[in-house]
Structure formats: C-alpha cells, structure tokens
C-alpha cells in the first residue's frame, strides 16, 4: 500500500499543495498539486478562511496518511513571517480534527533530500520534482513544487516501508538516481549532508 503525503508550503498569497503516492520501493507518483491563496489587500480572516476552505477540501478529496508542512523560520520581513505561521496553524488544525499527523520540515532539509544539495535555488528543486515524478512540465507556481517536494522529502524521510518489508533494491528508481541499497543518490547525499551538520552543531 502506497504511503499518501499532502505537502503543504503554507502561504496567504499563494499556499501550495501537493499529495504524491510513494510505493515501498521510494517510487513517488503524482497525484494532485496545486495552490490555494488570495490578493494580498484581502482581510486577514478572509485570507485564513480562503485556505482553511481549500485545505479542508483536499483533505477530504485526497484523504492523506500524514501531512508535510515547512517549517517556519524567522526572517527579516516580519509580516511575511506571521502570515505563513497563521497559515500553517490553519492547516495543521484541519489536518489534527481528522487525526491526520503532521511533520514539518525545514527549507533546507527538502533542498537536500530532493536535489542533493541543502543550498539549491528553487528551479533547481523544481527540476528534480520534475525527474522524480516522472511530469512531462515543471509544476508552477514554485509554491506547488515546493508542496511536492516537502511531500517526496517527508516520504523518503520517514520511509515509505511497512513494518517487516525491504525496498527494491537495484529496481525501479524515485528520479533522483539509482536505487542502491535502499537509497538514491539524492538521498544519499542529503543522509551525508544531515549528518555533517549534526556532527557540525557539536
């Protein structure tokens, strides 16, 4: 049984979406993406409720296993800051009524599972999504392939094995190269990667 992600990189203007299926062997299928938001003179509480709406809506049309969400960093515009963090609460909140669970992550966490690099730029990661899913086109707006990515890092992340399987080794491959061992390239890289900045905070 495939694992089913919804990623979400929350946004009041523009708030990607994107649900992928991940089988055991890390092979990533699309399928849905797209973006939810509002004109930036909007009211706050209709902007919140415009994605409240939407997030409920594909929650209930995609039915996910689990929610992957960006994590939210301070930054030097604090207005963008406080938007994206409302927006998130919105959508964590729909997915806790259904008992779906959330994990978040980090901008950089995602550069790297999907490109192999934690400093990619966006066109980079969406070029990756591109290879991984197999598109013939490149998912625009940025915000919607940032939604798939946040979905294909949390899935390779977490694993998309059930308790007592084995991944496909040598077999059918995520995009992001090779299967060895489990792993792609792109995988592997980001494991190498995480562990150099865990061994850098200590």
């Given at each position: 049984?495939?694992?089913?992600?919804?990623?979400?990189?929350?946004?009041?203007?523009?708030?990607?979406?994107?649900?992928?299926?991940?089988?055991?062997?890390?092979?990533?299928?699309?399928?849905?993406?797209?973006?939810?938001?509002?004109?930036?003179?909007?009211?706050?509480?209709?902007?919140?409720?415009?994605?409240?709406?939407?997030?409920?809506?594909?929650l209930?049309?995609?039915?996910p296993?689990?929610?992957?969400?960006?994590?939210?960093?301070?930054?030097?515009?604090?207005?963008?800051?406080?938007?994206?963090?409302?927006?998130?609460?919105?959508?964590?909140?729909?997915?806790?009524?259904?008992?779906?669970?959330?994990?978040?992550?980090?901008?950089?966490?995602v550069?790297?599972?999907?490109?192999?690099?934690?400093?990619?730029?966006?066109?980079?990661?969406?070029?990756?999504?591109?290879?991984?899913?197999?598109?013939?086109e490149?998912?625009?707006?940025?915000?919607?392939?940032?939604?798939?990515?946040?979905?294909?890092?949390?899935?390779?992340?977490?694993?998309?094995?059930?308790?007592?399987?084995?991944?496909?080794?040598?077999?059918?491959?995520?995009?992001?190269?090779?299967?060895?061992?489990?792993?792609?390239?792109?995988?592997?890289?980001?494991?190498?990667?995480?562990?150099?900045?865990?061994?850098?905070?200590?």
């Open positions: 049984m495939p694992l089913r992600v919804l990623g979400v990189d929350p946004g009041l203007t523009r708030c990607g979406l994107g649900v992928v299926d991940v089988e055991g062997n890390r092979r990533a299928t699309l399928v849905a993406v797209g973006v939810a938001g509002t004109e930036a003179g909007t009211a706050l509480d209709a902007r919140l409720l415009a994605i409240s709406e939407a997030i409920e809506l594909w209930d049309t995609h039915s296993d689990v929610l992957a969400v960006e994590r939210v960093f301070s930054q030097l515009n604090v207005s963008t800051v406080m938007g994206t963090a409302q927006a998130s609460g919105v959508v964590i909140a729909a997915a806790a009524r259904r008992g779906i669970p959330v994990a978040l992550h980090t901008p950089t966490e550069k790297a599972a999907v490109t192999g690099s934690g400093s990619a730029n966006k066109e980079a990661v969406g070029r990756m999504v591109t290879k991984i899913l197999r598109l013939t490149m998912p625009r707006p940025a915000d919607a392939a940032d939604a798939l990515a946040l979905a294909i890092t949390h899935a390779w992340r977490r694993g998309a094995l059930g308790p007592g399987q084995a991944a496909t080794q040598g077999s059918a491959s995520s995009g992001g190269g090779p299967v060895q061992g489990g792993l792609t390239a792109a995988q592997r890289l980001w494991a190498e990667a995480e562990a150099k900045a865990k061994r850098a905070r200590f």
